[in-house]
């Protein structure tokens, strides 16, 4: 972590960088600590592996809101980080930058945009006691559940639409193949729309929540499709579902990371029942402690939903 200078100005905070930037022994020592755990702590500062998707996804503090706000521009606006500053001496024994991100965030008003921790993936790879085997994700992201995925060695399918999201994966997996021997993983450069996977043992994935956080301009975009979160959910979303549903081997797991959100009100229940209408129940969540009653407890969204065959649960 940055500590800074308690006398710091406003102009002084908004020219400092504000990005993670890591060596490639950080990086090294991140990856065998992801590969190495087998105990997982609750706590949200619990990260193994998570120093890769900070250094190679500078971009991720270029999502925007619906307003067009982002961290990026909230950086450039000195009123905003007067405000931070301000703030922060008031209330803070010293300043880091890692308070002032998420402070950014606050006085900005953004979505609370994260990365997707590694170790969950590893988590719900162990669910299924296989060794081996083949996870999809519809909507690659920032790399989180790859590193998990490779981690736990298996095989890792993706689909990332975005341009340059794609193109820094590409990057991020060129370094672990100086790190593993572990099978090189797929990332197709389209929407998961257009894509029929098949062989799958798990499908894990966090989609976008319709308009919440807008990635890029491209139009390989999903929300560009549809005027509403129903339609988008009808649209695209339970599609997506299904088909996962499909491509999945016998007592497979689809696992969401889903919260309702402004943007998407009820996509957690929506979610949910959409996989018992296919015949899946709710096995478990994974997050930061988080038992099932987070799916009516709004303190801690951020959860993956873990579903199996109802009939494997032994509720048929």
Same mark, same amino acid.
């Given at each position: 972590m940055t500590k800074l200078d308690s006398n710091l100005t406003t102009s002084q905070l908004m020219s400092l960088d504000y990005k993670y930037d890591y060596t490639k022994a950080e990086l090294k020592k991140d990856w065998e600590r992801l590969c190495s755990v087998t105990e997982y702590k609750t706590g949200s500062q619990f990260r193994p592996g998570i120093k890769w998707c900070h250094h190679y996804m500078p971009h991720f503090f270029d999502i925007k809101d619906k307003r067009g706000k982002s961290f990026s521009s909230c950086w450039k606006d000195?009123?905003?980080?007067?405000?931070?500053?301000?703030?922060?001496?008031?209330?803070?024994?010293?300043?880091?930058?890692?308070?002032?991100?998420?402070?950014?965030?606050?006085?900005?008003?953004?979505?609370?945009?994260?990365?997707?921790?590694?170790?969950?993936?590893?988590?719900?790879?162990?669910?299924?006691?296989?060794?081996?085997?083949?996870?999809?994700?519809?909507?690659?992201?920032?790399?989180?559940?790859?590193?998990?995925?490779?981690?736990?060695?298996?095989?890792?399918?993706?689909c990332e639409p975005n341009e340059q999201t794609y193109n820094k994966l590409e990057e991020m997996i060129a370094h672990l193949k100086e790190l593993t021997d572990t099978e090189e993983p797929t990332i197709i450069n389209d929407g998961a729309e257009y894509i029929t996977p098949n062989d799958i043992d798990v499908v894990l994935t966090s989609p976008p929540y319709f308009d919440l956080e807008v990635y890029s301009d491209e139009d390989t975009q999903c929300y560009h499709k549809y005027e509403s979160y129903e339609s988008w959910r009808d649209g695209w979303l339970f599609p997506l579902i299904d088909t996962g549903l499909k491509? #999945?081997? !016998?007592?497979?797991?689809?696992?969401?990371?889903?919260? /309702?959100?402004?943007? @998407?009100? *009820?996509?957690?229940?929506?979610?949910?029942?959409?996989?018992?209408?296919?015949?899946?129940? #709710?096995? !478990?969540?994974?997050?930061?402690?988080?038992?099932?009653? /987070?799916?009516?407890? @709004?303190? *801690?969204?951020?959860?993956?939903?873990?579903?199996?065959?109802?009939?494997?649960?032994?509720?048929?």
């Amino acid at each position: 972590m940055t500590k800074l200078d308690s006398n710091l100005t406003t102009s002084q905070l908004m020219s400092l960088d504000y990005k993670y930037d890591y060596t490639k022994a950080e990086l090294k020592k991140d990856w065998e600590r992801l590969c190495s755990v087998t105990e997982y702590k609750t706590g949200s500062q619990f990260r193994p592996g998570i120093k890769w998707c900070h250094h190679y996804m500078p971009h991720f503090f270029d999502i925007k809101d619906k307003r067009g706000k982002s961290f990026s521009s909230c950086w450039k606006d000195a009123e905003i980080m007067d405000k931070v500053l301000s703030w922060g001496k008031k209330g803070m024994s010293a300043l880091w930058m890692s308070w002032i991100r998420r402070a950014v965030y606050m006085v900005g008003g953004l979505p609370n945009s994260s990365f997707y921790r590694p170790h969950f993936s590893k988590q719900i790879i162990e669910l299924t006691g296989k060794k081996s085997g083949t996870l999809w994700d519809p909507c690659a992201g920032w790399g989180g559940r790859m590193l998990g995925t490779l981690a736990s060695g298996w095989k890792y399918v993706a689909c990332e639409p975005n341009e340059q999201t794609y193109n820094k994966l590409e990057e991020m997996i060129a370094h672990l193949k100086e790190l593993t021997d572990t099978e090189e993983p797929t990332i197709i450069n389209d929407g998961a729309e257009y894509i029929t996977p098949n062989d799958i043992d798990v499908v894990l994935t966090s989609p976008p929540y319709f308009d919440l956080e807008v990635y890029s301009d491209e139009d390989t975009q999903c929300y560009h499709k549809y005027e509403s979160y129903e339609s988008w959910r009808d649209g695209w979303l339970f599609p997506l579902i299904d088909t996962g549903l499909k491509a #999945l081997n !016998q007592g497979g797991l689809s696992c969401w990371n889903v919260m /309702n959100s402004a943007s @998407t009100p *009820n996509i957690v229940e929506d979610v949910v029942q959409y996989h018992q209408q296919k015949g899946y129940t #709710l096995q !478990q969540t994974l997050g930061f402690k988080s038992p099932l009653a /987070n799916i009516r407890d @709004t303190k *801690n969204k951020d959860v993956t939903y873990v579903f199996c065959q109802i009939e494997l649960a032994g509720l048929a």
